[in-house]
Every structure is written in C-alpha cells, then in structure tokens.
C-alpha cells in the first residue's frame, strides 16, 4: 500500500541532534495524523490536523514540533530529544475532518535516540 | 477517556486453526476499526466497523455497540497472518482513535 508514505524508514539521532520526519499521502484526504509506538506501550495520538491547522496536540512535550504546509504533507520536527522518545512514528490520513472516517497509516519511521 | 482492552494479549496457532479476538471499549463510540501490524510496522486497515458484521476473505468482523465489543474472527489461519492485531475507538469527539494494547497472534506452519 503506497497511499501514505513515509521517509526516513529509520533514524538515529543524538541528543542534541535536530531532525525530521516527512510523510506524504497520496490519497486526497484532508486530515492528517502523528502517532507514536513505543515498546510495550499502545499507540498513541500526538498531533491532528485538519485543512491544514492542528486540532490536536495531544499533551507532547515541545521537543516535538509538527508542520503542515499543505494537505499532503506533515512533518514532525524533532530537537534535543531523549532516549525514552526512540519508539516507532507513525503517520495517518483520513477524509472527513467530523471524525468516522478510516484512518490509513503509513510504514512508520523507527526512531533511535542515543 | 475511553479504555480499549484487547484480549487475549498472545496467541499461538497451528497453521489451519480458527480463533477469536475480543476488544471491549469503556463508552460508546463513532468509529471502530481494526488493524493488522506485520513484522515490519505497517499498520493494515482490516475493517471499519461500528456497528454490524463484516467479512473480507477469511477473515470476519461483528461489533455489537450496545454492548461495547466487538469481535475478529481468523478462519483457516495462515502463517501470514502473524502479526498484532489492534483494535482502535473514536468517540464522538472526532478523529481520535484510541488504540487497544493489541493481540499478539503467531501461527506456526
């Protein structure tokens, strides 16, 4: 499935290092999501937007900075992480901005902070 | 918020056997779906259902919202089939899915 793509697969970074992750979907959709996957953890909502502007910013810390310069595109700006934020991120789409609507996800970034 | 539990957590099968997964949900909800997460990480959309039955190949799917469950059927396993298997929740709110912790199925040739 190419609807949702994401770059880099996988990532090593420093603490003090500064990052980005960019997905991209394919699909048309207006709404587009971050979620994280830790080890032993469910996944976990970060960020939401719709047409563009942030609905959700689900209690993460600032370390993480979202951007969405357009309907197909989502980055997550990543400084002066942590070891405790290496996890795999994931990023969805949907159409519909009222929610019910299938979210479709991307083959995720494996994140590794050292 | 809404609590996802998924059961059981593991799951071991002989290649050809059937088997259920449960999710129960805490509150009544818009949007139910289930996932498929293969070795690799990729989530694969399995169905969308809040309400109803549904099937795709071997694999069916009932959600009973009244009574806040809803179930994954997995007929004639396969080894492919391996994997997690999530179930996730939106409540009304819109566009917030809740994840479950997940089943971890293996099927062994």
């Known amino acids: 499935e190419t609807g949702v793509t994401q770059t880099p697969r996988h990532l090593v970074m420093g603490m003090t290092n500064k990052k980005s992750l960019k997905c991209e979907q394919h699909?048309?959709?207006?709404?587009m999501y971050w979620y994280k996957q830790s080890a032993k953890k469910p996944l976990e909502l970060m960020f939401v937007?719709?047409?563009?502007?942030?609905?959700e910013n689900n209690s993460v810390p600032s370390r993480f900075s979202p951007e969405c310069p357009n309907s197909s595109h989502l980055f997550l700006h990543l400084h002066t992480l942590q070891p405790e934020d290496s996890a795999l991120y994931l990023c969805?789409?949907?159409?519909?901005?009222?929610?019910?609507?299938?979210?479709?996800f991307g083959p995720g970034t494996r994140l590794t902070v050292l | 918020g809404i609590q996802v539990e998924q059961s059981p957590p593991d799951l071991i099968l002989q290649e050809g056997a059937n088997s259920t997964l449960r999710c129960n949900f805490s509150?009544?909800?818009?949007?139910l779906q289930w996932f498929h997460q293969n070795p690799w990480g990729q989530l694969i959309n399995l169905f969308y259902i809040p309400s109803g039955t549904k099937q795709n190949g071997r694999l069916s799917a009932t959600t009973v919202a009244t009574e806040r469950y809803s179930l994954l059927y997995i007929s004639s396993s396969q080894t492919t089939d391996s994997g997690v298997y999530f179930c996730a929740v939106e409540q009304a709110a819109g566009n917030k899915l809740t994840f479950g912790g997940g089943t971890r199925v293996l099927v062994k040739p």
């Open positions: 937007y719709s047409l563009e502007e942030r609905v």
């Open positions: 969805a789409s949907s159409q519909g901005v009222s929610g019910g609507a299938t979210q479709y």
């Open positions: 699909l048309g959709h207006n709404a």
């Open positions: 509150d009544s909800v818009n949007n």
